[in-house]
């Protein structure tokens, strides 16, 4: 009898994201594989650098170019719309001729599955890009998964306009099981047992739901649907489905924190949590 496929879902979380960055790294370090890696947001990047191989190539997107004016600041948001220049991240620093490229051909030749998750911006509905969806130096896929409501305006893929995959399917562990799955190992960047409110989230919708009101709707239900998704994470957790890997706290990073020390607390706590693991998956 073969044995079931072990997933990973990183939810991603801005530069909270460094966390499951540690974790995923630490992967590389014991070889550990996954069958299928589904990424939202930050994720995604974390989980295709992990495809490619590309140890320790995240980490230096949090903690080195995060710092750069180009990469986010206010000058990004009043020139271009995006206070995160999607297109230096994943494509000036990403392509084959740019200063850290992705190795496109390793990550495509990996045999674990990966599924970005963006959300339709003109619908609501979530999208699941797959490896099929990029190509050499198009990454576009990413760009949608990461595209904040009013922090970032909306990227199109193929003519469709997407945001961030957290409005749609913020702790996409369903998903990981419609796609085979027989164990699931769960990357949050907040702790466990936080209850996320939607204060911040209904100011933000606010502004985009005049030209996007059903992507406006589930951005103000996002935080209802992640407290679901966690909730629904610790009953599998209790049956030996889910491992949830979550820091116990996030060092003072934030969504849009640039401090590197903080940064780099938080990527080697993620680290060490990545030792529960191997117990896991045997």
């Known amino acids: 009898m073969n044995p079931g496929k072990i997933g990973v ?8 994201g460094v966390y499951a960055a540690g ?7 014991q070889q550990i594989q996954f069958d299928v890696g589904i990424g939202v947001s930050a ?17 230096r997107f949090y903690t080195e ?29 990403s392509n084959s001729d740019g200063e850290n490229p992705l190795d496109y051909f390793a990550a495509i030749a990996s045999p674990m599955e990966f599924v970005a998750v963006a959300t339709e911006a003109e619908t609501g509905r979530a999208k699941y890009f797959g490896k099929q969806d990029m190509s ?4 576009s896929i990413m760009k949608a998964s990461s595209a904040i409501p009013f922090v970032c305006h909306p990227y199109s ?42 204060d911040r989230d209904k100011i ?53 924190s640039r401090n590197t020390e903080a940064l780099h607390r938080l990527y080697e706590k993620g680290y060490r949590d990545g030792e529960q693991i191997q117990s896991f998956i045997q």
């Not at 879902?9 to 909270?16: I, S």
């Not at 709707?217 to 909730?231: D, F, H, I, P, T």
Request: include cysteine.
């Open 9 to 16: 879902v990183d939810v991603g979380g801005g530069f909270r």
């Open 23 to 29: 974790v995923m790294d630490y992967c590389m370090d």
């Open 43 to 59: 994720g995604s990047a974390n989980l295709i650098s992990y495809a490619a191989g590309q140890r320790g190539r995240n980490l």
């Open 65 to 93: 170019y995060g710092r750069r004016r180009q990469y986010a600041g206010i000058g990004n948001f009043l020139f271009k719309r995006s206070f995160v220049d999607l297109d230096y991240v994943y494509s000036t620093l």
């Open 136 to 139: 050499p130096d198009d990454y």
């Open 157 to 198: 893929v193929k003519g469709i306009p997407y945001f961030d995959g957290a409005l749609s399917d913020p702790v996409p562990i369903q998903k990981a099981f419609e796609r085979g799955c027989e164990k699931v190992v769960l990357l949050l960047t907040l702790p466990e047992n936080t209850v996320r409110t939607s």
């Open 204 to 256: 933000l919708a606010a502004r985009i739901r005049k030209k996007y009101p059903l992507a406006a709707g589930k951005l103000a239900q996002r935080a209802e649907q992640y407290n679901n998704g966690v909730e629904m994470a610790r009953r599998l957790s209790a049956e030996g489905k889910v491992l949830i890997i979550a820091p116990d706290d996030t060092c003072g990073v934030s969504t849009l």
